[in-house]
């Protein structure tokens, strides 16, 4: 079992956020704003789609070895 994940906080400003899962099919469509966090698992991609005002965020990688 791999304990990786990406973790991400919105700093400010809003927007949307879609992940898609390793089959290809779409897993999560949301509206987020600044103080959101949010966690996705290993082999699933993330976009951040800005509204017109930007969006500002901070986010990480887990790993179950660290270095």
């Known amino acids: 079992c791999d304990s990786a ?11 949307r956020v879609q ?3 390793p089959d290809g099919k779409r897993v999560l469509e949301t509206r987020i704003e ?4 949010f966690i996705v698992p290993r082999f699933h991609v993330v ?3 800005a509204d017109a005002s930007g969006m ?4 990480i990688i887990t790993t179950p070895n660290p270095i």
């Open 34 to 37: 600044g103080g959101s966090l």
């Open 56 to 59: 500002e965020w901070f986010s």
């Open 5 to 15: 994940y990406q973790v991400t906080y919105i700093v400010r400003g809003s927007g």
């Open 19 to 21: 992940v898609v899962g």
């Open 47 to 49: 976009s951040k789609i």
